[in-house]
Nanobody
């Protein structure tokens, strides 16, 4: 079992930055890859970024490449999503999820999400 808690969301102006955190607990957390997803009331959930359990492999949606960076600190059981140059279309509820088999496995555990609002 893996328990995930996101934080770091908030209101930011377009062009600004936020860093989201995903803190994990659970005996087997370190063996899971972590992905970030986002969803709005009018848009289906979409993949944003992912990182392997070792942290040496990452992937990004085309819409965030060059602006977002995913990283993990295993000592703190935390995965970060650094978001720079935010755009109004980045506004969404962001979720992290644990994946047992990077990069194509199912996401077995999900957090409750944190909301990002971007003003234009």
């Amino acid at each position: 079992q893996v328990h995930l808690v996101e934080s770091g969301g908030g209101l930011v102006q377009a062009g600004g930055s936020l860093r989201l955190s995903c803190v994990a607990s659970g005996r087997t957390y370190s063996s899971y890859a972590i992905g970030w997803f986002r969803q709005t009331p009018v848009k289906e959930r979409e993949f944003v970024a992912g990182i392997s359990w070792s942290g040496d492999m990452t992937s990004y949606a085309d819409s965030v490449k060059g602006r977002f960076t995913i990283s993990r600190d295993s000592a703190k059981n935390t995965v970060y999503l650094q978001m720079n140059n935010l755009k109004p279309e980045d506004a969404a509820r962001y979720y992290c999820a644990a994946q047992s088999d990077y990069p194509y496995g199912a996401y077995d555990y999900w957090g409750q999400g944190t909301t990002v609002t971007v003003s234009s």
